[in-house]
């Protein structure tokens, strides 16, 4: 591997916690204790390095971050390197390829980098015009072309299980997911083959949601038909009631690590009551 995907430090664990459920508990795994072992802080020096030292702490959601601090040693890894390099030319008015965040990985390196580059001017992305159907992007077709050859395949699906104790509001848990259908295209999107035989996506003004009910999660990631919006379900298991499961599962073609947690924060709080 290489030196950017080796893990910064390594606990060893005589048994791993557990859930109630039998799945690794996260939460009660122990803190890496590698505070010792981190390089010194080094302060920035100069107006570029305090700008990006400001960039590193709002991306990687941790601070204060030195020059000398390693981008992907502090939690950085390629979705974050691609949200620094869009913050970096919305703050600095620089193209900073992608290539450059892991070949000079401290703020020290990059802040030479950015110096060097010439200024272009910041275009945010504006929204497409309406229309019937869109292009897809080069990633969206090889998983469209892919999945009509596994003809039912589940290898593009994104499941997750999320446990929820206390009491549950069913009827505000489906409109909160309603609520997030509604306020995202690519919840509604569909995805279908074009007069000239490309695959194109066609955006729904409005689809149907409904939250299941199961049994349990063993059958509950089916495959998705892509010519059917929205290529997203949920489910809720009752264990008890005080306790439930909530099943949920996308398919790759309209999701990706950022937009997942974007759905999740927004989850937390529509359920909560709080417009965003």
């Known amino acids: 591997l290489p030196a950017y995907m080796m893990p910064a430090q390594f606990i060893e664990m005589s048994e791993w916690p557990v859930t109630p459920s039998g799945k690794l508990d996260r939460r009660a795994l122990p803190a890496p204790g590698g505070a010792a072992d981190r390089q010194a802080y080094t302060a920035p020096r100069n107006v570029t390095e305090m700008k990006l030292c400001a960039l590193w702490e709002e991306v990687l959601k941790n601070g204060p971050v030195g020059i000398r601090d390693h981008f992907f040693e502090r939690g950085g890894h390629s979705l974050k390197a691609t949200a620094l390099v869009s913050r970096i030319a919305k703050e600095f008015g620089v193209q900073v390829p992608l290539q450059d965040i892991f070949a000079r990985p401290t703020v020290e390196e990059l802040a030479s980098v950015i110096q060097d580059l010439e200024e272009s001017s910041y275009e945010a992305i504006q929204p497409a015009k309406k229309q019937d159907t869109y292009p897809v992007s080069s990633a969206q077709k090889r998983m469209y072309v892919l999945q009509q050859l596994e003809d039912g395949g589940v290898g ?113 709080e529509l359920y909560a009551g709080r417009s965003l």
């Open 156 to 268: 593009y699906n994104m499941p997750a299980v999320l446990e929820l104790t206390g009491t549950l509001d069913r009827s505000r848990l489906e409109e909160t997911f309603r609520e997030l259908v509604e306020r995202h295209e690519s919840l509604r999107t569909s995805f279908e083959t074009g007069p000239d035989g490309e695959p194109v996506q066609r955006i729904h003004d409005s689809v149907p949601f409904q939250l299941d009910e199961a049994e349990s999660a063993d059958a509950f990631v089916r495959p998705f038909c892509l010519e059917e919006a929205p290529l997203f379900s949920a489910a809720l298991v009752k264990e008890s009631d005080e306790r439930h499961l909530l099943l949920t599962d996308m398919h790759h073609i309209i999701s990706d690590g950022v937009s997942v947690n974007t759905l999740i924060k927004e989850f937390g």
